[in-house]
């Protein structure tokens, strides 16, 4: 009898002879080997799986720390606009008080019908209000906030609620509405106004120059004459006082509840538990 253990290699079948080494198979050698190959593949393939695992968790919590950045960059943002809309408001106030008053003394039968007495700190002046009609301010408040990181995976971080308002508060009708009555809708009275001169007054005129208190001063018959221009100043007005302030107004309330919204998620971000790389939302 031999003293080598385990049964000769030629005497088992192609699969036993395909995974032994030696001469010979022996049972308990077999399985010694396969639970130590079996045991390294585990270290193995959990060693990898640990730290893709953790690489991953990486990048997530410093997507997760970009996103709040971004998030607190908005509402600084639309803190911005916020006080862009209030002032462009007051601004919107005060000229549509001086074309009202114009308007207003159209008719009267005065050579200075056309000037206001302007005051300020460093004084006061006369000013012709249509002579200074051509000037605008189309209502343009910043985005550039929000156009950087809405492509950047931030708004992964909100709820679809949240998502649609931000979206709604920079790219929604309110705000639509408003950019195109003080964009194109308000050129056009200027475009009209201009065009009036250009076609008729100047034919009918000498030396027109609009920013000569003298012209108006000088002409101011036929200005009152002109049907036209009253109209066209009647319109704007009706814009600004009736569209444009109302617009604003509403804007301002969907900014404060965009700041609203975005203080509570904040708020819940800077609460929820961070271990190592995990988050943990304790609500």
Do not use: C, H
């Not at 995974?19 to 959990?46: M, P, S």
């Not at 343009?140 to 949240?162: H, N, Q, S």
């Amino acid at each position: 009898m031999s003293d080598k253990k385990g049964v000769k290699k030629e005497d088992t079948n192609w699969f036993i002879r395909l995974i032994t080494l030696g001469d010979r198979f022996d049972t308990q050698d077999f399985f010694d080997r396969f639970k130590k190959a079996f045991v390294e593949f585990l270290v193995v393939f959990f060693g990898v799986l640990i730290s893709f695992s953790v690489e991953r968790q990486g990048e997530s919590f410093g997507d997760r720390q970009d996103g709040i950045e971004n998030l607190n960059n908005l509402r600084e943002e639309i803190q911005k606009i916020k006080s862009y809309t209030q002032d462009y408001a007051e601004e919107i106030s005060w000229v549509s008080e001086i074309y009202q008053k114009q308007y207003r003394a159209w008719e009267v039968d005065n050579d200075s019908v056309f000037l206001q007495l302007y005051e300020d700190e460093e004084g006061s002046i006369y000013i012709a209000p249509m002579g200074l009609y051509t000037q605008r301010n189309p209502f343009d408040p910043p985005r550039v906030t929000y156009d950087a990181i809405k492509l950047d995976g931030t708004f992964r971080l909100l709820d679809t609620e949240v998502g649609k308002k931000m979206t709604d508060t920079y790219d929604g009708s309110d705000l639509k509405y408003l950019i195109e009555n003080t964009g194109k809708i308000e050129e056009s009275y200027v475009n009209q106004f201009i065009d009036r001169i250009a076609n008729r007054w100047v034919f009918d005129l000498e030396n027109v120059d609009v920013e000569d208190n003298e012209f108006w001063i000088k002409n101011r018959k036929y200005i009152q004459a002109d049907k036209f221009m009253k109209y066209n100043l009647f319109k704007r007005l009706d814009l600004w006082n009736n569209e444009i302030t109302y617009q604003l107004e509403q804007y301002v309330n969907v900014l404060d509840e965009s700041l609203q919204m975005l203080d509570s998620v904040i708020k819940d971000k800077d609460e929820e538990i961070e271990i190592i790389w995990w988050v943990i939302d304790y609500k």
